[in-house]
């Protein structure tokens, strides 16, 4: 059977056996480094296409389809274009932060991959604190946003990187909040054993009312935290131009663009990993028959299909709701999601404490 | 109660959140209703929709014969002086004079499709027609005589 | 010289680096970039250390929350833009002094107990600090803890109080100013004095 666990294991014999144990690793890092830029680069224009396609159908129209079949090379010509065109840096800015930003944005964006599983045995590093470590590498996003919204000298890049700071500050918490209740459920933060727990059911299937609850509270609040309609306030085309990114232009403009759909990648792994069983086949309590069934789809399709299931789900939200309000933004945070996730939490240990999950 | 309209706003809010997406969703899964028109390639088969105005036109039956009796209603109607119409008059076989079109000029380039003057016509002489490929390299070229060359009022239309 | 001590002293010349950077720099901003900076190389010192919790903690309390904060305070203050004054040369010297000190402080105690190299391993795990966290028992910090958690209650409530209207009065402008614009005035201006009373 197919699997990427066998792969890696034989990969890190041949090396170790071929050279000593310090170029081995060296070795090992530049592959992985090298694997992580493809998957960028891929990432980068798979979801854009699927997201202009995606927005075309719901639109009731056709979406790219001049270049290539189907438009399927629409996103590489962008990619070409943005790396031929010029990248301005506007008199008066803060030169060294104005190029210093994207790149910021960009290796959080990278950091957050290090924890993720992508198949059964394949992950970069299995850090024992998983999920808390998302969580904190994430909250540096806002940093590069701030930066390079204040580096720009421009009144909307400034207003866009203020909008975008109380929103990803805000939405944090309730972003938190839920994926604490699954810490709870799971006992443990390291992303290897959140995936084993559900080994007898998805902890969205198992946790009953609450899980679900949650699950809801954390789609929403990665949307407003990855800065995407209905919460695109920071960037609000109608009334910022482009928010914190007006400024850039070619191949610093693409880095932002790219650590958008990275991000969009990387929170809704992380959800499918807490609430769909990240790599975890369809299991359900003990019909070894159906489990064993399910066990031949290799898990890396498992933890892809969920992951662009999530994607899927937060770019129906992007084409059906109208933008918020910052009012209603941070009404919405904390008046609803902050308080329901707090009590959620509370419930969520009860049944814990209790042992009422499956 | 303060708790009871709380949970009730947020069951709605989701109501509705629910009824978009089902909109949404409703589209997304059926790709024959998709709309868009590949222009340049499909030509020929172009479907526009029903209610497109593209200029307007002065419809001539099979005997050159058209409804315009000269009464200016539309150069009236029109908000922007994109019609100006010349009239004169006919002899009519009992010796009357009578007041008829002569040329009628319609200034395409001047028009924003606003259809008053079609509203405005009595006699229904004028409608709007849906083609759009208007593009020429001549501004003068825009400028039309939308009467037909000899063609002559319908009978028994005042 | 083995990796593990060139990485340590390039992580300790960054915080070094960075944290002077941020005394010197001129612009307002820049400064707060270089905290972060520091801060950030505080955390990858922990990671170094292998105590992966202390370093996610690090990260999100003062990158996430306070340079955050530290950064919006700066774009609400006018002129943020431009370059500082430079610092009068009575406050350059107090403030060496005073690092002076700090660092004669910290000299005196690290000479006089030392670095003891320890040979029981050192792996604490997250269930281990919350145990401890909330344990009655002899050297737990459940008392801490709580009256920590008091403080913070306390601080929330009265942000609230500073940044609630007082309903009663909010009626009164409501419904007075039509007939008696003058009352309704010193309605409103009475309560705000007697808090800052």
Redo the contacts between chains.
């Keep these: 059977m197919f699997s990427l666990e066998g792969i890696t294991n034989s990969i890190q014999e041949w090396l170790f056996a071929t050279f000593n144990p310090t170029v081995a690793l060296l070795i090992q890092f530049a592959i992985v480094i090298l694997l992580a830029i493809t998957l960028f680069a891929v990432l980068g224009l798979v979801l854009v296409l699927m997201e202009r396609k995606?927005a075309a159908?719901?639109?009731?129209?056709?979406g790219p389809?001049r270049v290539g079949p189907q438009g399927m090379f629409q996103t590489t010509a962008d990619t070409l274009k943005l790396i031929m065109k010029e990248g301005l840096t506007p008199d008066g800015a803060?030169k060294?932060?104005f190029n210093l930003a994207p790149y910021i944005v960009m290796i959080v964006a990278m950091l957050l991959l290090a924890p993720i599983a992508f198949a059964k045995g394949f992950q970069i590093w299995d850090?024992?604190?998983g999920v808390?470590?998302v969580?904190?590498?994430s909250?540096?996003a806002?940093?590069g946003i701030?930066?390079a919204g204040?580096?720009s000298?421009n009144k909307y890049s400034?207003l866009g990187?203020?909008r975008s700071?109380a929103q990803i500050?805000s939405y944090?918490l309730s972003a938190g909040l839920s994926i604490i209740t699954i810490v709870v459920l799971t006992?443990s933060?390291q992303i290897s054993e959140i995936v084993a727990s559900q080994q007898n059911g998805w902890w969205l299937f198992k946790g009953h009312i609450p899980a679900i609850i949650a699950f809801v509270i954390f789609i929403i609040a990665v949307t407003a935290e990855t800065n995407r309609a209905p919460f695109d306030l920071a960037e609000a085309e109608s009334e910022l131009t482009a928010g914190f990114h007006t400024e850039y232009s070619g191949m610093k403009f693409a880095l932002f663009f790219l650590a958008e759909y990275i991000n969009i990648f990387i929170v809704c792994a992380i959800g499918a990993t807490l609430f769909l069983g990240g790599w975890m086949p369809l299991h359900i309590g003990s019909w070894e028959g159906f489990n064993r069934i399910m066990d031949y789809i290799p898990s890396v399709v498992w933890f892809f299909g969920k992951t662009f299931f999530l994607i899927f789900l937060i770019m129906?939200?992007r084409?059906?709701?109208p933008r918020l309000r910052i009012d209603q933004l941070l009404n919405l945070e904390w008046k609803?999601l902050l308080p329901?996730s707090l009590f959620n939490l509370l419930l969520v240990t009860v049944i814990a404490i209790l042992g009422w999950h499956f | 109660m303060f708790i009871k309209e709380y949970i009730k706003d947020?069951f709605r809010a989701v109501k509705s959140?629910l009824t978009?997406?089902n909109?949404?969703?409703y589209?997304?899964v059926r790709?024959r209703?998709?709309?868009?028109e590949?222009y340049p390639d499909n030509r020929d088969t172009l479907v526009l929709a029903e209610r497109f105005r593209g200029e307007v036109v002065m419809p001539h039956d099979e005997k050159n014969k058209h409804a315009c009796t000269g009464c200016t209603a539309c150069e009236l109607a029109c908000p922007n002086g994109t019609i100006k119409i010349i009239t004169k008059f006919d002899i009519s076989p009992e010796g009357k004079k009578k007041k008829a079109l002569d040329t009628f000029i319609y200034h395409l380039e001047l028009c924003t499709m606003c259809n008053l003057c079609v509203v405005a016509c009595p006699t229904d002489a004028i409608k709007m027609a849906q083609n759009f490929e208007h593009s020429v390299y001549d501004r003068t070229r825009l400028t039309k005589k939308l009467n037909n060359p000899g063609s002559k009022i319908r009978e028994g239309i005042e | 010289m083995n990796a593990a001590a060139i990485i340590f002293y390039a992580i300790s010349a960054l915080i070094l680096g960075a944290g002077i950077l941020a005394v010197t720099s001129r612009?307002i901003?820049?400064s707060a970039?270089w905290l972060?900076a520091s801060l950030?190389g505080v955390a990858a010192l922990y990671f170094w250390m292998q105590v992966?919790?202390i370093?996610?903690?690090q990260?999100?309390v003062y990158?996430?929350?306070i340079?955050?904060l530290i950064?919006?305070s700066?774009?609400l203050t006018h002129q943020?833009?431009q370059d500082l004054p430079k610092p009068i040369l009575k406050r350059t010297i107090f403030s060496g002094l005073a690092a002076l000190l700090g660092l004669g402080f910290s000299y005196n105690l690290i000479r006089e107990y030392g670095f003891q190299p320890t040979t029981i391993p050192f792996t604490p795990?997250?269930?281990d600090i919350g145990t401890q966290m909330l344990s009655p028992t002899e050297y737990g910090y459940v008392l801490p803890f709580e009256v920590v958690s008091m403080l913070l209650l306390a601080a929330m409530i009265g942000c609230i109080v500073i940044a609630m209207k007082p309903p009663s009065e909010t009626i009164t402008i409501q419904s007075i100013p039509a007939q008696d614009p003058v009352k309704g005035k010193i309605n409103i201006k009475e309560p705000e004095m007697m808090e800052e009373l």
């Excluded at chain 1, 159908?57 to 056709?62: A, E, G, K, S, V």
Aim: aromatic share 16%; hydrophobic share 60%.
């Design positions: 995606v159908r719901m639109q009731i129209r056709l389809n803060d060294f932060l850090i024992n604190i808390l470590y969580t904190a590498i909250s540096l806002v940093i701030l930066m204040w580096a000298n400034m990187a203020m700071g500050v944090e006992g933060l129906w939200f084409w059906t709701f609803y329901i | 947020i959140l978009g997406m909109r949404t969703g589209y997304f790709p209703e998709i709309i868009t590949q | 612009k901003f820049r970039i972060l950030v992966e919790f370093a996610a903690v990260i999100i990158v996430g929350g340079v955050v950064i919006f700066i774009f943020s833009g795990t997250v269930s």
